[in-house]
């Protein structure tokens, strides 16, 4: 009987752990549905914002820098950047794919900046019929750039298709769009990365719609690895990491140099508005997702004014 | 010596099961070598080919043939308790399906260093989600042929998984605004082989990318290998029940 009771607890204790392991793992692994936004918002720490005004001037005062940088997120295939910069306007930027394939590079002499790819133009459409395939190739774009009222990081979405969470604009004097919706600040502790002392800070914008979270290098103030969580009708997150960070080395100039080869041709984006629907022209039908509503179509609401308010976030 | 014994017959049951993993090895060589695929992408087709096809077809028929020739009631006499040779096959699977993965590893690595193309780099995790799957599988598949003769037991896993995976597909996705939808997706996620969270565990998402900071990268992660480690002794504990229930009487089994 004694061996028996023995048994029963040996297995009675077995199926326990093994209940509340599971229990736990489900729990961990159950979807996240997001943090409510509300408690997302981030309090304003006046040393975690001074960490983060002080990566931004260490990258506005400095001479050059470059760095490698990473950008990956859930269910997207991870994006290189290679990024030159140098004062007062010079830039380059090399896009490299996850089989290390370079998909692209933008470059900025000063007063323009190119773009150009090595195989064909991925901002043509590739059904779009009415461009040949010889025609994709031996492309490129130009732009003018007026110094600290560009942005790089636009530009890079030529390139691929993650935009870094920093524009590298930032060294030539740009202002993101999003610094005045900052809520605040927030220290985070300290972590290593790459065997550097990093100081850890979280930033929460437009009452948390985005939030950044940034591992800033003791050594030069500068960003190892940044997150980007994006929360609109899903929630979007993305992780860039820096390396290979060179502040105030000396660039060569021939890295930002480019003319076009013989041959080749400026691509000019197509504009939007021949796109656009005439005047009595019949809307075609389309359904979109409804924060609340499940799905709603435009015929749902036939015979009926509908005014179609189309805005961005973030 | 008799668990040595059990777990060599996994090896040499079936002269197929050599072929087997000399066509898997070729199979991962060719994918490599035509495609020059990424590391996520060769993964991918790691976690299915070697996590899920590789133990349907080393374990097709693993008990099935020894209970359709008889073999089985000399097997399980006692004083031999039958769980025992339910978990020494088991045991001589997942030996088997981790000596494939190395050597998978070591034919990329080859082939990496003589081409000179592509990346390695994330691989060794994706080579162990697909062993922790391969064992989840084949935990699956041993149970199942206690009751299924010879070797249907795997084509019944494989016709199953497919026709499940067709219907999840759908139902989630058209329910994808309904509150079922998360019940639905929940149900399929969980109690199944995990092949969506191993796909995470090997792809880093848990390390990097989950929405929280601080003290993030492990737990999930380890929630998710105790997950599949779970799900593996729960399909063999179900195996081992039933074969340890059933009467075998004859060559009629």
Redesign the interface.
């Known amino acids: 009987m004694t061996k028996l009771k023995r048994r029963i607890g040996v297995w009675a204790l077995i199926l326990v752990g093994g209940l509340s392991l599971e229990s736990w793992a489900l729990h961990t692994l159950r979807p996240s549905a997001g943090r409510w936004r509300s408690e997302a918002v981030v309090k304003d720490e006046p040393v975690a914002h001074a960490l983060y005004d002080q990566m931004t001037a260490t990258m506005r005062d400095a001479g050059s820098l470059s760095y490698e940088c990473t950008y990956s997120s859930p269910g997207r295939k991870a994006q290189r950047y290679l990024v030159w910069l140098k004062k007062p306007n010079y830039f380059r930027v090399e896009a490299i794919n996850a089989r290390g394939a370079r998909t692209g590079t933008l470059v900025g002499d000063g007063s323009h900046l190119w773009i150009y790819w090595p195989g064909e133009c991925p901002q043509i459409d590739p059904d779009d019929k009415d461009v040949p395939p010889e025609a994709r190739l031996n492309l490129y774009m130009m732009k003018a750039t007026p110094v600290g009222r560009h942005s790089i990081g636009h530009e890079v979405m030529n390139l691929g298709p993650h935009m870094p969470i920093i524009d590298p604009s930032t060294f030539h004097g740009y202002t993101d769009s999003l610094q005045p919706y900052i809520d605040g600040a927030a220290g985070r502790g300290t972590d290593r990365i790459a065997g550097q002392e990093c100081d850890v800070i979280e930033v929460s914008i437009m009452n948390a719609q985005r939030t950044w979270f940034f591992w800033i290098s003791r050594e030069d103030h500068l960003p190892r690895r940044m997150k980007q969580i994006l929360r609109w009708i899903g929630t979007s997150v993305g992780v860039e990491e820096w390396s290979n960070v060179a502040l105030g080395s000396d660039i060569p100039k021939d890295k930002f140099v480019w003319s076009p080869p013989e041959g080749w041709r400026q691509w000019i984006p197509p504009d939007p508005e021949t796109k656009l629907l005439k005047p009595g022209q019949v809307a075609p039908d389309f359904a979109l997702r409804s924060m609340d509503k499940g799905r709603i179509k435009l015929s749902d609401y036939r015979n009926e004014i509908v005014w179609l308010y189309i805005w961005r976030s973030g | 010596m008799r668990a040595y014994e059990l777990i060599k017959e996994t090896f040499l049951r079936r002269r197929s099961i050599a072929v087997i993993h000399l066509i898997w090895l070729v199979l991962y060589g060719l994918f490599w070598w035509l495609f020059?695929?990424?590391?996520?992408e060769y993964g991918r087709f790691l976690l299915l080919w070697g996590g899920f096809l590789l133990p349907l077809a080393l374990s097709a028929g693993i008990l099935g043939d020894d209970i359709a020739s008889g073999r089985i009631c000399l097997l399980v006499t006692k004083p031999f308790w039958a769980g025992e040779l339910y978990v020494y096959r088991l045991i001589g699977l997942s030996l088997q399906g981790a000596m494939q993965f190395l050597l998978a590893a070591l034919l990329v690595f080859v082939l990496h260093t003589v081409t000179r193309?592509?990346?390695v780099s994330g691989l060794g995790l994706w080579l162990f989600a697909s062993w922790l799957l391969f064992n989840t599988v084949a935990a699956l598949s041993t149970s199942v042929s206690v009751v299924i003769r010879r070797v249907h037991n795997s084509l019944l896993l494989l016709v199953t998984f497919l026709t499940g995976a067709t219907v999840a597909q759908i139902l989630i996705s058209n329910l994808s605004?309904?509150p079922l939808g998360?019940v639905v997706?929940?149900f399929f996620r969980?109690p199944f082989p995990p092949f969506e969270?191993l796909r995470?565990l090997a792809?880093g998402?848990y390390a990097?990318?989950?929405?929280?900071?601080?003290g993030w990268r492990i737990?999930?992660s380890i929630?998710?290998v105790?997950?599949s480690l779970?799900l593996t002794?729960v399909y063999a504990g179900a195996g081992i029940l039933l074969l340890t229930r059933r009467q075998f009487s004859g060559p009629r089994d």
């Open positions: 020059l695929p990424d590391p996520e193309r592509s990346s605004n309904h998360t997706a929940g969980y969270l995470h792809k998402d990097r990318e989950s929405l929280s900071l601080g737990p999930t929630a998710c105790g997950h779970i002794v």
